[in-house]
């Protein structure tokens, strides 16, 4: 019980003394205001561009043509771009005729139109178009034009061959076509873009997530022993508890605090994500878009990323707490926790691009990379937002950490038994090994 009640005194202070810290405070502000602004982002945006849509000029060089470009282009460029209006009625783009080429790029370069659409007829008989525009050649207004000038032009090329335009709407009606998943066992529906770029994120999100709570907290800890050092707290301290129940406190209360903050910017973010309706209704003035979680985050998913998220902390923040024990300056800090830095950096670059699909998340060599107990935290969660990992494989995993976390925790416990009365210079690696041996 005194062994106990040592840890939870120890783990108390930590927690208080880092909890009232500005840096503590400010950061966790900052944190929430950014989480905030991202989950009202479609919000913000609409608010910014509930003005009228996008002016298109089109100029008519060619005056032959079968059908009416402005209302085509009207019609396809709105219906193409989101459902045909934006979130408070109007349309995306206003599609208007000009007479002046010369004078229509005048008004579009003083901002008075989006862009202009020349349309003319080449030697050939093609229509050509030219798009006028200072904005991005290849972005979502450009792509969008070109898309409807393509259909343009094949309706002007249909209706030169005599094909009447009733004819013209059946050449056009899509095939039938289906994707399958390899395994025919699997009878869930293919995954579709957004749905596979939503997990890719959400992967992403929760490693980076994992990341910093053991690179950050991490470092915290032994900032902390070697601040006790520095001010020889360390030797009082020492006589009232054990190095092992020191150390042990230092990791929960710490812990502690990043548990606590983290799990307020969950909370805030949930919380910004269900009233994303009601203040665009208040802002709007109409019904935003229906809220729904992000395709994949489940309940199972965050019990995995607290799963990993904790034994990960626990397997890293033993060790940055004896490589803090080994050094008796802020100054050396870094150098010495260098290792466990590289190590995580490694494995959290290894899981974010796997979940990015820079990596084969499939591959033999990553599927034996993701039960690496350094590693695991940061590849098995996109393993499983992508349904790639087996349970059998996330038990292997999580057991492997477990039984890593037993080895660390005792192999930091000698370390920092012995470290944390060292002064002067950092032993090297031999002497480093005859504490680890005899633990003093």
Known sequence: MTNLGNIINVARREFTVRVRTRSFVFGTVLLLVGVIAIALLPVIIRVIDRSDGERIGVHLTATDLPSNPVLTLSTLLNATASGGQSGDGKPDYVV????????????ARAGEYGAILDIDRATDGDLSFTLYTDGNSLGRTSQLVQQVANAIAVSDRLDRLGIDPATQGTLFVPAEFAVAWTDPERTDPAQDTVTMIGQDMLAFGMTILIFLIIIMYGTWIAMSVVEEKSSRVMEVVLNAASPFQLMAGKVVGVGAVAF???AAIVVVGATALLVQDPIA???????????????????GLLLFVGVYGVLGFLLYSSLYAAAGSLVSRQEDVNTAVMPMTLVSTVGYMVGVYAAMGLLDIRAGWMTVLALVPFVSPFMMLGRITTDVAT???????????VVFIIGAVWFAARIYAAGVLLYGQRPGMRAMWRLVRSGS
């Open 96 to 107: 208007t005729e000009v007479d002046d080429l010369t004078a229509a790029r005048v008004a």
């Open 260 to 262: 606590t903050q983290y």
């Open 281 to 299: 209704d208040l802002l709007l003035g109409s019904d935003g878009s229906s809220i729904t979680l992000p395709e994949g985050l489940t309940l």
């Open 391 to 401: 349970p059998m494989e996330i038990i292997v995993s999580i057991a492997l950490l």
